[in-house]
């Protein structure tokens, strides 16, 4: 392994030591990106000491996780404590940057505000209200919900600190006020937010560069670099392959694990939170994208020694899981047997049995 996979695996806890709890795993990381929600629980039970799915869900019902659009115009898991900040932070940012979609949409300022007050009166009392729900409410208020309007301002509303996500009901979401679900929390001045969040990307996501932190945060480069040197000695810079990376200072240098494999999901945050992802490339193992499910290293892979060995997809079984494996070449037994292993681990987070096929 490289050093920067070896690094990164033991920082986002793919390997050595696992967090003790699901609340514990969002808040070392800051944010883990969500919108596909089931692909996001295994990402977090990947990283959790015996966790399964069924807790992580109970988690997410019961408020000690939330999920909304923070960071990026994309839906994260974030910790209670660290959402007012990071919205802060982040919200104004994101919806200046959807002007010209709103005016597509026909969304104004004026709409905005009357579906606001419509959300707040559906959800207030400790309500929580469906998507299809809050659009009753808001064709009911004269706002048509049609297309992608209902979503979006469902998106301004959490961008503002409004509303967040409430318990499921059966297999749908549900939104809450934020006043109603989140408890209230000092602010943070704009420069201690830049670096704390800083912070928090370089010790998870570590060795990284300054832009792989721009693009995971949303900020701007000069935001990026501000925020590196905020967060001060807590980091420490190192050069690899004539390349500036920036890593946890206390970070110990994690030894060799053998051969290890991974069924990451899509959107994994060892994939998806780094601009430059050419270290998950194995130069011995030329990636063929059209085996990968939508074309792009960030959909459901197999990484070995956390390098990409191939794509895998989970399919349903009369009396279990099956995973389908379809590599991109160099499957020895050894490698064979650290996939048997992943998918163990992915058997014992959704408490069934979970069988193998190579395609």
Do not use: C
Not at 212 to 227: N, T, Y
């Amino acid at each position: 392994m490289t050093p920067i996979t070896t690094r990164r695996l033991r920082a986002q806890r793919l390997i050595g030591e696992q967090f003790g709890s699901v609340a514990d795993a969002v808040s070392w990381f800051g944010a883990v990106q969500s919108q596909d929600y089931g692909a996001a629980k295994w990402a977090l039970g990947q990283r959790i000491a015996g966790a399964t799915e069924s807790e992580i869900d109970s988690a997410f019902d019961d408020g000690t996780v939330l999920r909304t659009h923070v960071l990026r115009p994309t839906w994260h898991f974030v910790h209670p404590r660290d959402i007012r900040w990071m919205l802060a932070l982040s919200g104004p940012r994101i919806m200046n940057g959807m002007p010209g979609r709103h005016r597509q949409l026909g969304l104004d300022t004026e709409t905005f505000s009357r579906a606001f007050d419509v959300f707040a009166a559906a959800l207030s009392g400790g309500r929580h209200r469906t998507r299809a729900q809050l659009a009753d409410a808001l064709q009911q208020a004269g706002i048509a919900p049609d297309g992608q309007r209902a979503p979006h301002l469902l998106m301004a509303a959490e961008l503002e600190g409004l509303v967040v996500s409430g318990p499921r009901h059966g297999k749908q979401f549900t939104w809450a006020l934020m006043d109603e679900r989140v408890p209230a929390s000092p602010p943070l001045e704009r420069s201690d937010a830049i670096g704390e969040l800083a912070r928090r990307y370089f010790i998870s996501h570590g060795p990284a560069q300054v832009q792989d932190f721009a693009w995971w945060s949303g900020l701007s480069p000069a935001d990026a670099r501000a925020g590196v040197s905020a967060a001060g000695r807590v980091l420490e810079r190192v050069t690899l392959g004539g390349v500036e990376y920036w890593h946890a200072a206390d970070a110990e240098r994690p030894a060799r694990p053998g051969v290890v494999a991974h069924l990451l999901p899509n959107f994994d945050e060892y994939t998806v939170a780094y601009r430059d992802r050419s270290a998950v490339l194995d130069p011995g193992r030329p990636v063929d994208l059209t085996l990968l499910s939508f074309g792009s290293v960030l959909a459901n892979v197999v990484v070995l020694n956390g390098r990409l060995l191939g794509a895998w997809r989970r399919v349903p079984a009369r009396d279990g899981v099956l995973v389908e494996v379809r590599s991109f070449g160099g499957v020895t037994p050894r490698v064979r047997s650290a996939v048997g292993q992943a998918a163990l681990r992915l058997s014992r987070f959704v408490a069934r049995d979970v069988e193998v096929r190579w395609a």
